[in-house]
Structure formats: C-alpha cells, structure tokens
C-alpha cells in the first residue's frame, strides 16, 4: 500500500471535509472520490480518467496536482506496465481515433494539391460546389484491406407516456465488426446510468448464429460490457436486442450542459444521449470508453444509421433527428451516418419553418416566445448558410431547433436544444445571447457532428471552432456588432486555462467555458491571424472534407494545419497549450 490515497483522505480530514463535501464542492462524484482514497482504481475507465480526476482533486485540496499524478503513475506502472500515459499529440503517430475510414489519403492528398495551387478563393464567398465525399467501400490495391465503412445501424421503436415522463423502448443494434481484431465482447455506453432509478435494462439478447441468445453482461459506470457467446470475426455481423424502461429525471433549470440535454422539465421533455450506444473501437486501445462527469459532454461516438419510430401521448408534438413522417401519435424518423438520435417533446410546442439551400429549418418553441422562435429560426438559416460556405455542405436535409428548458444549448445531429432561458431574455436586438448561441450550435453540424471528436479528452476541437464559428456569424452579418461579440463572448470573463485540458480536471463550467471556448475562440483568432485568411479556411474546409464521418484529434487538425502554413506556431503553443503540438 503506498500513501497516494492516504496523503488525499489526510489532507481533506485536516481541512474538516467529508468526501459529501468535497463531492459538493467539486461535482467529482463521490464513488470517484472514495476509489481515489481507497487507491481502486478500477471505477475509472482508463488511466487518463483517473489522472483527471487526480489533479481536479488535488488542486481542490491545494496538494501539488503533478506530485499526485507522479504518484499514480508510479503505482500503477507497477500494476500495468504497459499502459501508455497521456496522448501527447506525436506528428509521426498520426492515426485517426476511428473503427471508420473516410476518405482515402490519396485523394485528401489530390485535393491539397488543388488548394495548393490556389484553387480556393478568400473565404469570404468561397462556395463548396462539390459534394462532400461519401465513406464507402474504397477499392485498393494494397494487400492488406483497410476497413470499409459499414455503418452501424439502431432500429429504436419508443412509446413516450408524456404526463408520466418515462419511455418504453425496444431497441435493435445491428453491427458488423470493420475492426481488424476478432471481439469477444461489445461496449456500449448507457448514459442515463449516470442518473440513479433511470434505466431499467428488461431484457437484452444477442443473435450471432441465426438465433436469441441471452449474454452475459457487466455494468460499470455508464457502460455495460456484452460477452459474446462467441468472439465475433473480422467483417462478422451481429444483432444485439434490448428492452428497457426510462424514467426521465428531472432537468435542473439552471444546468448548462449535459445534464440539461435529458430529463423533463415543466414544458417538456428531452432526450438527448438517452439510448445504450456502441462505444467507438480505438485500434490500440479497444473499445474506448468514457466515466460519466457533469462538466461539459462526457460522449463520444461513432455515426451510425437511425431508423427510429416514436409513439407519444395524444396532442404531444416530437421534434427529433433526420427525415421526418408523422401518422397521427406516431413520429418516425430516418437518419442515416447521423453522429446521434435525439428528441424532444412538448404539448406546448409551436412551429416555424424556412428553408436555405435545400434544408428545411424548424423552430419549436413555445407559445409565449414567438419572437425569438423566429429570431433564433432567421440565426439558424443564414448560420447554415455561412458555414455551409466555410465548411462545406451540411448532410441533411432538415435541421431542427428545439426550445428545452435549461440555461445552455446543445448538440445532436440535426436538431439542438436550446435553453428557454435566452427566448426569454430575447430583446429583439442582435446583442442578445440568443443569436451567438444559434450560431454556436448551428456550426456543430460540422464540428461534432460531420467530424466528431473526443469531447472528453480533447473537447477544445470542437468548441474552440464552435465559439469561433459564432463570432464568424457575427464578422459576415452583423459587422458593427462584432466588438460587443467579443466582449460579450469573450473579453469580460477575462479567460484564463489551457485549451487541451481534458474535462475532468474543470471543477465547474465557468473554468471549462474559460479554457475550452473563449481562450478556444482567441487561439482560433490567432490562429487565422498567422496562417492568413486563404490558408485558415483552406484548412477548416479541407479537415471537414478529410475527417468527414470520423472522429478527429487534435494531432489530425495540427498535422493538417501544416499541410496549409509553414507559420511559426510555436508562439501559439506556448500561449494556449500544455502540450506539444506543433509537428
Ligand atoms: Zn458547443
């Protein structure tokens, strides 16, 4: 036994502290907290958790983060000899964190060329004519398959008793194994595990061989690991059946991030990160799997095909994801390679509609907030627009915005929730936090949605580009007010932090947005400031269309930064980065 747990327990005793205090006080959970002290470490799903977690404690105790860091280390170097420490981005061990192969490197490579020789005009009315390129079987010559995308697809088939908040749910998951290694098991990630009495798994069964069986499953966290009854080959399809029941929780009007993105609320009910999802599969590090926190967007995952039939109450409206048809009570839904299926309902619910470019923008909002339902529909259309321009085009063909009940926005693919709060404060002016919100969101169409990102580990890239995004809104329509965007945004927070800071070392969402979106949002600037306007939209349009339907890292967007400056980056890296990050 080594003293890492005591020197924490002893510190919080001296300061008269209980860990329901500290857990208070921190929002690190209290399981998390006790593991720490009692050096079981086996509740944190990867060491990187844990190191996380480590350090937002230790500085919470005012202990010395990297000497409890160190300490870990060493202990667990003992244990595990082999287990890498963090992910410092290598330029020379750039792989995509994906199951899934996009667009092959030689025609990024055809392409770069192109830009190169200064095929792309100023961003300012650049229009991206050529379709994004689509995932598919890509024929090669090399000896070796590389894997083909083959998406996987959830059939989910809902019944939503609105007056009592909960859902029955049967969801069918159809998967075949694009990794190179055989499977003795899947992962999938259970969100609404994170609430206590909320998921009730009935029944799950797997069918590999032509019949139902039931597996073996194991619970952690908000994962549940599921043995195969046989390992699963290479290329090797499976169907997974699951039953269970949701008894929604209710949102806390003032939560600004996830835990406002699924629960009921007076007028409503969200459902965002709701249903068990396959965890991505990491080639080096298997399924890759994320503990729970309440700061920021603890997911990650893979896009996928949804297939998705809602049965509700009588007189409820749903506002969900992808192409809708609607019988009566029954909404059904069809998305195909979206990164997420979510919904909201409300009986309150009104709507209006326009359209940009082929895509259909709905506004729900509720009755009272006519104005801004509209203000935040005119946002949505001319901000698809704009970065459809920027980043390429969007994927979809409806696009939806959902007024829910809590003081944040956030993303899903095709559809956002945006907090009634600023329809509330809505003045009718564009110096309202209605607008840059939209337009925040509007753009994680592209960053989240088309290239995802590990939101838990590096969840600057795709908020740092989302903040931007919206001051980007603002420099195309509303130039006169692009002063107040910073000082509003940006400029009265006076931001401190790291922007490659992984989630679990925030203590709140003040010191996350500090870090994450508005010291995210200046290196963005700063960013375009060195690498000059053609090669900064260059690159932003070329990385959608490289990492479209992936997950990305911050070593692809580095690497790709290269391809378009020889700048000094350096400079950047000392100002906004702990690691290294030029390559
Ligand atoms: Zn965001």
Sequence with gaps: MSDFGERLRARREEKELSLDDVAAETRIPLD?????EEENFDVFTSDLHARGFIRNYASFLGLEADELVAAYNELRGQAHPKKAILPIPQPDAAHPRSSTL????????????????????????????????????T?????????????????????LNYAEHSLRVQERVDYTNVTSDTLPDLLL?????????????????????????KPEIFPLDVTLRVEL??????????????????????????????????????????????????????????????????????????VADYDVTITATQGVIVAGTGLETREGNRWHYKAEKARSFAFAASDKYQVATAEVDGITVHSYYFPNNEEAGQAALDTARQALELFGELYGPYPYKDYRLAETEFA???????????????????????????????????????FYGLVGNDQVIEPWLDEAVAEYSAYLYYERYLPDDTDW???????QWAPTGKIDSIIYEFRDNRQYMDAVYRRGAQFM?????????PAFFGFLAEYQRRYAYRLATSTDFFALVREFTTADLVPLQEEYFRQRIVP
């Design 408 to 446: 944040g926005g956030m993303e899903f693919s095709g559809l956002t929730f945006l907090g009634a709060v600023f329809y509330d404060e809505y003045d009718g002016t564009t110096r309202t936090p209605l607008i840059p919100l939209t337009a925040h969101e509007v753009s994680h169409q592209w």
């Design 32 to 36: 998390y907290l006790r593991a720490l």
């Design 525 to 533: 600037r700063d960013l375009r400031e060195t690498m000059g306007d």
């Design 102 to 137: 996009g667009l092959d490197a030689l025609l990024g490579l055809v392409i770069v060329g192109l830009l190169a020789l200064g095929l792309y005009a100023s961003y300012t009315r650049q229009n991206h004519v050529e379709p994004t390129p689509t995932v598919g079987p």
């Design 189 to 213: 990630s259970v969100h609404p595990n994170h609430f206590r009495n909320t998921f009730t798994l009935e029944d799950i069964k797997v069918d590999m061989d032509g019949e139902w069986v």
């Design 139 to 159: 024929p090669t010559p090399t000896a070796t398959p590389l894997p083909v995308y083959q998406g996987t697809a959830y059939t989910l088939d809902v019944y």
């Design 485 to 491: 965007w910073w000082f509003y945004a940006v400029d």
């Design 229 to 302: 009854p046989r390992p699963l080959k290479v290329n090797e399809h499976v169907a997974l059946m699951l039953d269970y029941s949701l008894k929604l929780p209710k949102i806390n009007p003032n939560e600004e991030f996830s835990g406002g993105g699924f629960g009921y609320s007076k007028r409503a009910v969200s459902l965002g990160n709701w249903y068990p999802v396959l965890a991505p599969y990491d080639p080096e590090d298997g399924w890759y799997n994320r503990n729970y926190y309440p700061v920021g967007d603890p997911y990650v995952t893979e």
